[in-house]
């Protein structure tokens, strides 16, 4: 599904990945962990096609979207930023209607306890409601590569289950999961962990 063959970057000549390969298989959820400015977001960005890389290759290589961070959710690739990124003016169902192209997304809105809030806006809703949407929103069109960004961060644990059963699901149904995250709980719903440190994989 995704291979990152040598791949590095660095910003201000200063290294946030040495050359890695990770190697992403449909059907499969993978985990990087690792401390904190250790190259895990930055390798989810290049991965999906939004950084490019100084070196090394991504195959097959994501298109970069013309498209801002709010709307990067179509039918090939989810993305669960960090930053969440919602779209403001738009209620929870719109949003992710917006990233479907059409109406739906009641059902995994319902299964993320997010229902009875689906016509409020994210600013009526708390950091955690947010984030469950923008979960929903990544899923929403059944993309085949899903990319997560601590999508676990803002839930409580009954929460962060709540979300990980639907990615786990996600790879269940033959979708290629690639989620970075501190939390125990993701790995031990993970296929594989790969651990990097310093840029570089340690681990997996």
């Known amino acids: 599904m995704l291979s ?4 590095r970057k660095s910003y201000g000549g200063t290294p946030a990945l040495r050359p890695v390969d ?6 499969e959820l993978v985990v ?15 991965a999906g096609g939004w950084e490019t890389p100084d070196g090394g290759e991504v195959v097959p290589h994501p298109p970069l979207p013309d498209l801002p961070v709010e709307r990067m959710s ?22 992710l209607a917006l990233a479907r192209g059409s109406a739906g997304g009641g059902e995994l809105l319902e299964a993320l306890e997010l229902g009875h809030l689906a016509e409020r806006r994210p600013g009526e809703v708390s ?3 947010q984030q469950r949407a923008a979960v929903a929103r990544a899923l929403v069109a059944s993309p085949a590569l899903v990319i997560a960004d601590e999508p676990t961060s803002h839930q409580d644990h009954r929460r962060a289950q709540l979300v990980l059963g639907l990615l786990r699901a996600a790879a269940d149904r033959g ?15 993970a296929d594989r962990e790969i ?8 681990r997996g």
């Open 175 to 189: 979708a290629a999961v690639l989620i970075a995250s501190h939390d125990p709980a993701v790995v031990s719903r």
């Open 127 to 129: 950091r955690g409601e």
């Open 74 to 95: 179509w039918q090939d690739l989810g993305f669960v930023p960090q930053s969440i990124s919602l779209f403001e003016e738009l209620t929870l169902a719109d949003n």
């Open 32 to 46: 990087l962990t690792g401390p904190s400015g250790s190259g895990k977001s930055t390798l989810l960005m290049i």
């Open 22 to 27: 990770v190697e992403l298989a449909a059907g």
């Open 4 to 7: 990152l063959r040598g791949v």
């Open 195 to 202: 651990r990097l440190g310093a840029g570089a994989v340690t």
